[in-house]
Each structure stands twice: as structure tokens, then as C-alpha cells.
């Protein structure tokens, strides 16, 4: 069964540094989300993408955070210089034609020291 | 925003036992949706609701959406170790583009 992928599975980097984050989404997939959860909070939208272009994105998503689609299987978020607070799980989404059915990858583990 | 309450926040019930799971907008919903998610990994899709009074099943989980489109109920019966998890109800604006997730219902079974 095809199942979203995300590397790595734990980063670990120093406050200011920049970190990329991987997706492999469902090949076939139209739509491609990115969330984040807190420790302990809820799991929280920060931008979804679709047709190459970010299609919306949350608050949250701001100067220090940017997609890419790069060679049309990957999907990457990028954090120009992380801060403390950037420590979360970060998952990635996609969907096909139904776009609320989303796949979730199993998470990325950023911790900001 | 879209602002989405969960009750009850934990649940540990016996094997066997059915229990309810409730979702509250503060808007009219266009689409709920939930999910589970088991502890430390992604959201897993159940099921969608998108008309008032819908309701829809899988496997021994059911799922409603009332008349005014803003609660949502999800029903597990006889419930297993397997259903153990995370609940979340979920909702998007009109376009689709911008997901909101509940504040989650933990569920624990007891064998």
C-alpha cells in the first residue's frame, strides 16, 4: 500500500541554523499539506500546496518557513533560522482528488537546542 | 478561525464498552472530518461528514453530524484495544485549502 514517507524521522539543531525537512507524498497525490504538533498541543495547519503554488498557509507559516516541490516527488519545508518554539513534530500530507482524505507520513521530530 | 472542542478531553473505557466522542464548532461546518492518530505518529483518516444529519459507518465505528452542522458525535460499540488512540475531529474553510483540527479525545481500552 503506498504510504507517505519523511526523512529525517529525528533532526536535532542549534537555535538560528536552517533545517529541511523531506516528504515523499503518494505519487499519484494532487495536494500537499505540512502541520506541526507541540508537544502535548493540538496538531496545527501551516501551509497546503497544490498545482506547485502554496495554495494557503497559516499564521504560523511565516518569513522563516518556505516549500518546495522540487523534482515533483519530494516535498520539503524549509526554516531558514530555527528558534526555540519550531520544536514540534512536523508532518507531512497529501491528498489525491479528495483532498480531505490526506495521508499523513509519520512525522519528523525537530528539536531546537 | 474555526474553533473546534473535543469532549471529553480522555477516555478509559473497559473492553467491550461503547463510548461517545463529541465535536463542537463554533461555526457552521462545510466538512468534518475524522481522524486517529496512535501516539507519536500520523493522523490516520476515518471518514468525512458533509450534509446535516449525515451519518456513516466503519466498522464498528459511527460517526454524525447534526442538523445545524455545527457537533459532530463519534461512536465506537464494543469497543477494542485496537481502537486505542488519539481522536480528532477536523473541518476546512470553504476552499478546501485550510485545515483545523479539534483539540483531540485520548482513548484508552482496558483488556
Known amino acids: 500500500e503506498p504510504e507517505v514517507t519523511q526523512t529525517p524521522s529525528h533532526q536535532v539543531t542549534q537555535m538560528g541554523q536552517e533545517v529541511i525537512l523531506r516528504c515523499v507524498p503518494i505519487?499519484?497525490?494532487?495536494?500537499f499539506y505540512w502541520y506541526r504538533q507541540i508537544l502535548g498541543q493540538k496538531v496545527e495547519f501551516l501551509v497546503s500546496f497544490y498545482n506547485n503554488e502554496i495554495s494557503e498557509k497559516s499564521e504560523i507559516f511565516d518569513d522563516q518557513f518556505s516549500v518546495e516541490r522540487p523534482d515533483g516527488s519530494n516535498f520539503t519545508l524549509k526554516i531558514r533560522s530555527t528558534k526555540l518554539e519550531d520544536s514540534a513534530m512536523y508532518f507531512c500530507?497529501?491528498?489525491?482528488?479528495?483532498?480531505?482524505?490526506?495521508?499523513f507520513g509519520p512525522g519528523t521530530r525537530l528539536t531546537v537546542t | 478561525s474555526q474553533e473546534l472542542e473535543q469532549s471529553p478531553q480522555s477516555l478509559i473505557v473497559q473492553e467491550g464498552k461503547n463510548l461517545t466522542i463529541n465535536c463542537t464548532s463554533s461555526?457552521?461546518?462545510?466538512?468534518l472530518y475524522w481522524y486517529k492518530q496512535k501516539y507519536g505518529e500520523g493522523l490516520i483518516f476515518l471518514m468525512m461528514l458533509q450534509k446535516g444529519g449525515e451519518e456513516k459507518s466503519h466498522e464498528k465505528i459511527t460517526a454524525k453530524l447534526d442538523e445545524k452542522k455545527q457537533q459532530s458525535s463519534l461512536h465506537i460499540t464494543a469497543s477494542q484495544p485496537s481502537h486505542a488512540g488519539i481522536y480528532l475531529c477536523g473541518a476546512d474553510r470553504n476552499t478546501g485549502n485550510q485545515f483545523y483540527f479539534g483539540t483531540g479525545t485520548s482513548l484508552t481500552v482496558i483488556p
Open positions: 505519487s499519484n497525490h494532487l495536494y
Open positions: 500530507a497529501s491528498a489525491g482528488g479528495d483532498y480531505y482524505e490526506q495521508y
Open positions: 461555526k457552521t461546518l462545510y466538512g
